[in-house]
């Protein structure tokens, strides 16, 4: 299979591993940018958020924050930690919430293994945020675990 692009001139040239690299980085760092989508599935949500973090080497916990209609207000890096393991703060994302006066919140993490499995602390961890975010009127709409593969926890049916 042949990837063509539009070179200077107009013509339509085959693409060099070189411009397809160019491309694809050139997208992955403007996507999930303030007001620049609209995140209405978890398919949506998984391929923006699997882009951002699937290459890290270390376990970021991040969140993706959202307005009443579900635009995008914010991507944050929230906490980075080790191969295996990050420490999540709740205080922190309840207090990026109210900054940013979000309605909604798409939670996300990696798995630097590759095994995109959900965990039971990340499962317990989901439920306490909710949990939390659920007083200032936040809503936790999914956990995306992002490895070889792309899980969300609502797509599995996990009740959080």
């Known amino acids: 299979m042949k990837l063509f692009i539009q070179d200077e001139q107009g013509q339509y040239v085959t693409a060099t591993t070189r411009d397809i690299i160019k491309e694809a980085r050139s997208r992955t760092r403007s996507t999930l940018k303030r007001g620049t989508e609209f995140i209405g599935s978890s398919q949506t949500a998984k391929e923006a958020i699997a882009s951002k973090i699937f290459s890290y080497q270390h376990e970021v916990f991040c969140c993706l924050f959202l307005d009443t209609k579900n635009c995008i207000l914010a991507w944050k890096e929230m906490f980075q930690g080790t ?3 990050t420490t999540v703060y709740p205080r922190a994302v309840v ?9 909604k919140v ?5 798995h630097p293994s590759g ?10 961890l989901t439920r306490k945020l909710k949990n939390i975010l659920q007083i200032i009127d936040v809503r936790v ?16 049916g996990i009740q959080f």
């Open 106 to 110: 798409i939670l996300a993490h990696n």
């Open 95 to 103: 207090k990026e919430s109210l900054r940013l006066n979000a309605a």
């Open 115 to 124: 095994n995109a499995d959900p965990s039971q602390p990340d499962i317990e």
């Open 83 to 85: 191969i295996d393991a």
């Open 141 to 156: 709409l999914d956990h995306i675990i992002v490895g070889d593969e792309i899980t969300s926890l609502a797509d599995l």
